[in-house]
């Protein structure tokens, strides 16, 4: 059958896109989707792409996060593993040296929600939402969230990260977090004309503008008090 995961990278100029549609009903963040994703950012980098749209599923759900199923099946130490890979990648993402702009169209749930933080700019669909299941599930985000979504919603993200509530997209765009939000049909166009305008920029000024917004907004030292609080629960766990 079709395999699952991104379908590649699609690259028009300096525009590129990768659309996480997958055959199955909802896209998961699983080991091979996120490998596909990082060499989808490495043959990025090396086109020279201004401006990255990342798309999702088309059933109601943008994506959700980690194989369930895939989890239950790692031992402590490899948990501990698999969220490093995929912090790895997210910050890969967040360091992309053209824009990444996300298009988001129904639920985003979990390590999906974390993807789309580590992106530049967000644009949604009326009807999305945002959510973090874990902490009613039994675990916590992974992926970085629990640094970035206060750094991009401030107080909103409290209850967010608790897993008390979703944050709907008029929410979302009233906080801050969403740079716009259109009807269904019209996202991908308002997707395709800001990166469209974003392409006019030199690479050299995109590099530096998001190095400075990332050392402004406190990012590093935030992902950097997130991964030893990280190394300190994997001791916990394992020791």
Avoid: N, W
């Avoid at 009233?174 to 690479?203: N, Y």
Wanted: hydrophobic share 45%.
């Amino acid at each position: 059958g079709a395999p699952l995961g991104p379908r590649g990278l699609e690259i028009r100029g300096a525009l590129a896109r990768v659309d996480l549609d997958a055959a199955r009903r909802v896209p998961l963040l699983d080991a091979a989707t996120m490998d596909r994703l990082r060499r989808c950012l490495d043959e990025g980098v090396s086109a020279g792409v201004r401006a990255l749209i990342i798309s999702g599923g088309s059933a109601g759900t943008f994506a959700a996060g980690a194989d369930l199923i895939e989890l239950s099946r790692l031992d402590p130490i490899e948990a501990v593993a698999f969220a490093k890979r995929g912090q790895d990648l997210f910050d890969r993402l967040e360091r992309f040296p053209g824009a990444t702009i996300a298009a988001i169209r129904g639920r985003c749930i979990g390590g999906a929600f974390d993807l789309v933080m580590a992106c530049d700019l967000r644009l949604a669909s009326e009807e999305a939402t945002f959510s973090h299941p874990g902490p009613r599930l039994g675990f916590i985000t992974g992926y970085g969230g629990t640094s970035r979504l206060p750094l991009l919603a401030g107080p909103a993200a409290r209850p967010v990260l608790l897993g008390m509530e979703e944050m709907d997209a008029a929410r979302a765009l009233e906080v801050g977090f969403l740079a716009d939000v259109t009807g269904a049909a019209e996202l991908d166009g308002a997707a395709r004309a800001l990166a469209e305008r974003i392409c006019g920029a030199s690479p050299e000024r995109l590099r530096l503008m998001k190095e400075v917004l990332q050392r402004l907004s406190g990012a590093s030292s935030a992902r950097s008090l997130e991964r030893r609080v990280a190394a300190l629960a994997s001791a916990a766990v394992c020791g």
